[in-house]
């Protein structure tokens, strides 16, 4: 990624100076050229336009410059190039700052992501006895063991209802029971009164005799 800026940054700054080069270039000839006061492009078109022609023995022609304008000429390109140097440098170094700032950030945004997924995971965790449950599970648990006892209470209601119906018999037979008994100690006092009496008049008709 940081390759990437660095080209296209590289590009876009030679394309920039080779811009400002031909807009230079271009506004340089209705402009007074200097060897001070043009950008680089006039400068150079002052150079070249003040140069004077020679041509040697053998009639080959050449352009005499003066080393002071070679000299200041090239003093500026240095410095125009230094200066665009220093933007670069000082881009690329923006940019590795911030290349660091978005590695941090992105550092940052996972521990925060797996921060997060950890805390989801606890507020879907329920601690039961010391074990850690999802709700999913709790859930089933606890309905199963809410199930269990609807069975056992309505297990131990019919107990208790056969029971009261159980208890309700033997207390009707107990009455019944009860009723015999007393029929039959009346019965049976009955006739023991009645066998006291015959042997009473038994004994008044021998005592008569």
Do not use: C
Request: aromatic fraction near 8%; charge should be positive.
């Amino acid at each position: 990624m940081l390759l990437k800026q660095v080209l296209t940054l590289t590009l876009f700054t030679f394309f920039t100076v080779t811009f400002s080069f031909a807009q230079a270039d271009s506004t340089a000839t209705s402009q007074e050229l200097s060897l001070d006061k043009s950008p680089i492009a006039g400068q150079f078109e002052f150079v070249i336009k003040k140069s004077t022609n020679w041509r040697d023995a053998k009639g080959q022609s050449y352009e005499v410059v003066r080393n002071q304008w070679l000299d200041q000429l090239k003093s500026h390109t240095l410095d125009s190039l230094k200066v665009i140097t220093d933007k670069h440098t000082a881009t690329l170094k923006t940019i590795t700052s911030q290349d660091k700032n978005i590695k941090a950030l992105n550092a940052k945004l996972n521990a925060t992501q797996t921060d997060l997924d950890t805390v989801n995971s606890k507020k879907d965790e329920i601690s039961l006895f010391g074990i850690g449950l999802s709700k999913g599970t709790y859930n089933t648990i606890l309905f199963s063991i809410i199930a269990v006892l609807i069975g056992l209470l309505a297990f131990f209601i019919y107990q208790f209802k056969n029971s009261n119906v159980l208890t309700k018999e033997a207390k009707h037979q107990l009455t019944e029971v009860e009723a015999e008994f007393d029929e039959h100690r009346r019965n049976a006092l009955e006739r023991e009164q009645k066998v006291r009496r015959q042997l009473q008049d038994e004994i008044n008709k021998h005592k008569g005799k």
